[in-house]
Nanobody, 123 residues
């Protein structure tokens, strides 16, 4: 499967953005998907994850209560709605996928990665 993340940009603190992860090349419902982010000089951080059908979702501590992950398998897409953005949310955001179960939180558990989209939150 090929993944392409989009939707990043510059937003003021307190604002919102919706990121999209578009998939191609395989039946998307076979994959669980995670969003990760990486800020300069920092390790890649788990943001959110969603199960094959979308019935289960998981969030990192920084995303809880502010971000919402969803998916539309008919459109081969996963979305990340980000509200109440903070300057510390500034990072490159990546979507990732795998076909098997396991921890959503560990980036090493994902086999496929998109190219990343930059989110910049100004204060």
């Amino acid at each position: 499967v090929q993944l392409q993340a989009s939707g990043g940009g510059l937003v003021q603190a307190g604002g919102s953005l919706t990121l999209s992860c578009a998939a191609s090349g395989d039946t998307f419902s076979r994959y669980v998907v995670g969003w990760f982010r990486q800020a300069p000089g920092k390790e890649r951080e788990f943001v959110a994850g969603i199960s094959w059908s979308g019935g289960s979702t998981y969030y990192g501590d920084s995303a809880k209560g502010r971000f919402t992950i969803s998916r539309d398998n008919a459109k081969n897409a996963v979305y990340l709605l980000m509200n109440s953005l903070r300057p510390e949310d500034t990072a490159v955001y990546y979507c990732a996928a795998r076909t098997y179960s396991g921890s959503y939180y560990d980036p090493h558990n994902y086999d496929y990665w998109g190219q990343g989209t930059l989110v910049t939150v100004s204060s």
